[in-house]
């Protein structure tokens, strides 16, 4: 059984003061919460206050992005040893935010997934279809044209730490949610590229997140199917008492 993992992704929302007085609400309703992993993305300037309030706890604390490279003249970046540094556990890779807004590309989430991976980090690479690739039927090619080159050049032992979430961009912050079952078949086409990539035992342990409108309650009926290995909440998990019900699907 693949142990689920929630994430929260709280995008550009949030200073330092809220995102203690997040901590401070949710750490002991969490407390007690070992069934599945949990891990908040804070943005950059929160880190370290998110890291020191969640420190003796068991939720991680994961970046919402990095650079591919160690250092340099790269203003306005981050770099993987700089997350470590601090303690940051996980990253998220190729948000369709970062696609669509600042140019990533399929090139630069591989690049990024290389250098988070030899660092340790453990990355939440994210995939998924604008609402015209749906129509059009191109979901599946998608998923496995931004799968095959994220992976490329990966060893499946060098991958062993990769998290990928399932996030169909009409479904963010749209209040649209996938249904499990398109959730489902979308999963399998990432779990088959990952088999094509890295094995088939690999591919059974995969953790497969899905995003894309996770509320309190749509949450169970996701996290029921067998397919779904837990959720990247953005939205609804800025409330501490919203998170913790996603948490307690
Ligand atoms: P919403 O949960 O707000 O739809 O955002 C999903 C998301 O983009 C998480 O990364």
Known sequence: MRKKLLAANWKMYKTQEQTANFFREFIPMAAAHTRDEIVICPPFVDLQTAVNAASGSHVAVGAQNLHWEKEGAFTGEISAGMLTSIHVTHVIIGHSERRQYFNETDDTVNRKLEVA?????????????VLEEREAGLTEDVLRRQCVRAFNGISAKKAAKLTVAYEPVWAIGTGKTATPQMAVDAHLVIRHEAEEAFGEDFAQSLRILYGGSVKPDNASALMSEREIDGALVGGASLDPISFTKIMNY
């Open 117 to 129: 991976l030899e660092n340790g980090l453990t990355p939440i690479l994210c995939v998924g279809e």
